[in-house]
C-alpha cells in the first residue's frame, strides 16, 4: 500500500503543472529527483545541510562507476532523513519573526510585498512530501546500482527513532521493493525490506547512529561560538539592506540568519520536488548564499566534524560496527555501541550483503570524522569564506545535505588478488581515503582499510567524553 500511494505521488508531482504564485520562481530545467536534485543550483547548492541531496557525480575526480571486471560484494549504506520542515524550537523563532514583521512594519513593497500575506504553516521536524519523494528515490537510486545484489538480497535495515528517520527508511524500502517488483530478474518469493532495528534517541540508550552519551559533547559550545564569530563577520552589511525595507522592527543578526533559512524551508515545502523557489530567497543574493554556506560548514565542523575534539569520538561506535560487518566478525567496540544488540545475529547479522541505516546529519558528520574521510581539512577558517579547493571538499551542503547517502562498497576484482577492495562514496563522489594505500579507482584493500581506522579500533580519545 505505501507503494501504491508512492506511485500516486509521484504521479500528481508530475502534474503539478507550471502555476508558481506570482513573487516565487519555477525551475522547469532541473533534473528529476532521482537524478540528483539539482533545481536552481546557484542557490540551493548553498544552503548547508538545508541544501536537498544532489549529486557529486560530475564533482568526483574518480568515476563513481562500478570499475568494470569488479563485482560489488557488500554495501553499507548510511543515509540522511529527506528534506523536513523546521523543528519545533527554530519555528517558534521564524514563526514570531515573520507575525513581528506583519505587526509592526507599515510598508512592505517590492520584493517584501510577500510578506504581508505570508501565511506561516509548517509541521514540527517532519518530512516534506518532497523529502520523502527524495527517500523513495533514494531506495530506487540504491537499487539500480546495487542490482546485481539488489535482486536476490534484502537489505538489512536500522533506523535512529526520530519520526523523520523513521518515515525516510519506510520510503526507502518503499522506492527499493518497487524496484525489485518491476525487476524481471529479481527473486520474488523474498520479503520486502523491514525496519529491522530502531535504535533510540535518548541519552540512556546506546546508539550508533546519533549518539546522545558523551556528555562533554552534550555540554560544548564551540560551533555556536565559531558561527557567532562568523556572523559577525557577514551579516552586518545583509541587515543594513534588509533592515532598511522593514521599518518598525529592529532586527538582529540572527533574525537575518532567520530570514535566510526561511529560503530552503520555504522552498521544500512549497512544492512535492522543490521546483518552486521561494520568495525569500530573493532577498539575498548569489554571494550571501556562499556566505550562509559557509557558516553553516563551520557549524558541522565545528559541531560535529574534525573541528570538536569530541565530534570524531562520536562516530567510533558505527565506524567499528562497520569494520565488523565488512570483516564478517564482531563488534568489538566500548563506546556508543550498544553490546546486547551488536551480539545478537538477530539484530546485528554479521553475514548480509546489504546493510542501510538511516541517520540524521548530526549523527552523519561524526562518522565521517571517525573514518577520517576529512583528515585532509585543515581548521576552518572563521573569519573567511574558504573555498571547496581550501577545504579540502569538505562542505555541510557536501557531506549531509537532506537525503545525503554515503556508500561504502566492498568489491572483489577479476585479477590476481584475492583481498577484497573497500571504497567509500558520499553524494555519488569517491572519496580519496586516508589511512591507507589507496589506487587509481580509490580503493584500499579491505585489510589495509581496516588497518588505516585505527582510531576507531583504539577506542579514540572517547574517555575524554566523561573527564
Ligand atoms: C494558513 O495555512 C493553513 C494551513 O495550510 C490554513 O489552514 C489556513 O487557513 C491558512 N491561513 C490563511 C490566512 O490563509
Ligand atoms: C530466492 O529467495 C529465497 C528466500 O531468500 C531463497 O530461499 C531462494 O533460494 C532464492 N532463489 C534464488 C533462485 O536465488
Ligand atoms: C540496548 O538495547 C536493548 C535492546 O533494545 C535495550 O533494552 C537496552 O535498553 C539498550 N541499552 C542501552 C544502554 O542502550
Ligand atoms: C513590535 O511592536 C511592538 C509594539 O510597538 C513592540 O513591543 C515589539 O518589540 C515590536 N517587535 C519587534 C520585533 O520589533
Ligand atoms: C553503553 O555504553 C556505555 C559507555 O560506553 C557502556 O559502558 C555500556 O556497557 C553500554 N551498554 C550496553 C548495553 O552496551
Ligand atoms: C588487483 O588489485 C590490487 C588492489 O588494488 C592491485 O594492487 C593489483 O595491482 C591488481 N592486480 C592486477 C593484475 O590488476
Ligand atoms: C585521521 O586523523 C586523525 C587525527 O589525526 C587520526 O587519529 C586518524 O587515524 C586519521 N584517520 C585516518 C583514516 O587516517
Known amino acids: 500500500m505505501a507503494v501504491l500511494s508512492r506511485l500516486l505521488l509521484s504521479a500528481s508531482v508530475a502534474a ?12 522547469t530545467t532541473c533534473s528529476s529527483v532521482d537524478e540528483g536534485y539539482t533545481c536552481f543550483p546557484d542557490i540551493a547548492q548553498n544552503w548547508g545541510m538545508y541544501a536537498p541531496y544532489f549529486s557529486l557525480e560530475a564533482d ?5 562507476d562500478v570499475p568494470t571486471g569488479c563485482e560489488i560484494t557488500l554495501v553499507q549504506a548510511l543515509t540522511r532523513h529527506g528534506a523536513r520542515y523546521p523543528t519545533s524550537g527554530k519555528n517558534a523563532h521564524y514563526q514570531a519573526l515573520i507575525e513581528a514583521i506583519q505587526t509592526n512594519v507599515t510598508h512592505l513593497e517590492g520584493q517584501y510585498a510577500f510578506l504581508k500575506t505570508y501565511n506561516y ?39 535512529s527513532s526520530s519520526e523523520r528517520v523513521v518515515d525516510s527508511s519506510e520510503q526507502f524500502n518503499a522506492g527499493f521493493q518497487a524496484t525489485k517488483n518491476a525487476d524481471t530478474l529479481s527473486n520474488k518469493t523474498q520479503s520486502a525490506p523491514v525496519i529491522n532495528v530502531i535504535l533510540e534517541e535518548s541519552s540512556t540508550f546506546n546508539n550508533t547512529l546519533d549518539p546522545s552519551i558523551c556528555t562533554n559533547f552534550e555540554n560544548s559550545d564551540l560551533a555556536d561560538d565559531v558561527q557567532a564569530t562568523f556572523a559577525g563577520v557577514f551579516v552586518p552589511k545583509i541587515l543594513k539592506r534588509v533592515q532598511a525595507h522593514l521599518h518598525g522592527i529592529t532586527l538582529t543578526t540572527k533574525d537575518v540568519i532567520y530570514l535566510m533559512d526561511m529560503c530552503p524551508f520555504d522552498t521544500i515545502a512549497r512544492t512535492s520536488d522543490g521546483s518552486e523557489l521561494s520568495p525569500f530567497c530573493e532577498l539575498f543574493t548569489k554571494s550571501e548564499w556562499e556566505q550562509y554556506n559557509y557558516y553553516q560548514s563551520l557549524g558541522k565542523y565545528y559541531g560535529y566534524g574534525s573541528g570538536n575534539p569530541l565530534g570524531p569520538a562520536q562516530g567510533i561506535g558505527f565506524t567499528n560496527e562497520l569494520i565488523a560487518r565488512l570483516t564478517g566478525t564482531p563488534v568489538q567496540d566500548d563506546t556508543s555501541t550498544n553490546h546486547t544488540l551488536d551480539s545478537s545475529p538477530v539484530t546485528f547479522p554479521l553475514n548480509q550483503a546489504l546493510y542501510a541505516d538511516f541517520s540524521h546529519d548530526n549523527g552523519m558528520e561524526p562518522i565521517f570524522a571517525a573514518m577520517g574521510l576529512f583528515n585532509g581539512t585543515k581548521p576552518l577558517s572563521e573569519t573567511r569564506v574558504e573555498s571547496l579547493e581550501e577545504t579540502s571538499d569538505f562542505s555541510a551542503a557536501w557531506s549531509v545535505p537532506f537525503a545525503a547517502r554515503m556508500y561504502v562498497e566492498m568489491m572483489t576484482c577479476h585479477n590476481d588478488s584475492n583481498e577484497p577492495l573497500v571504497r567509500v562514496l558520499v ?5 580519496s581515503l586516508y589511512g591507507c594505500e589507496v589506487d587509481s579507482l580509490g580503493r584500499c584493500t579491505r585489510d589495509d582499510f581496516v588497518q588505516g581506522l585505527s582510531f576507531a579500533r583504539s577506542g579514540g580519545n572517547w574517555a575524554s567524553c566523561f573527564h
Open 16 to 27: 503539478l503543472g507550471v502555476s508558481a504564485s506570482p513573487l516565487s520562481r519555477r525551475d
Open 60 to 64: 568526483s575526480s574518480i568515476s563513481p
Open 121 to 159: 504553516s509548517f509541521g514540527a521536524g517532519t518530512l516534506t512530501p518532497f523529502g520523502e519523494l527524495e527517500l523513495y528515490q533514494s531506495g530506487i537510486k540504491f537499487y539500480n546500482r546495487y542490482e546485481s545484489l539488489a535482486r536476490d538480497n534484502v537489505p538489512f535495515v536500522r533506523s
Open 427 to 431: 553524494n555519488d563522489r569517491v572519496i
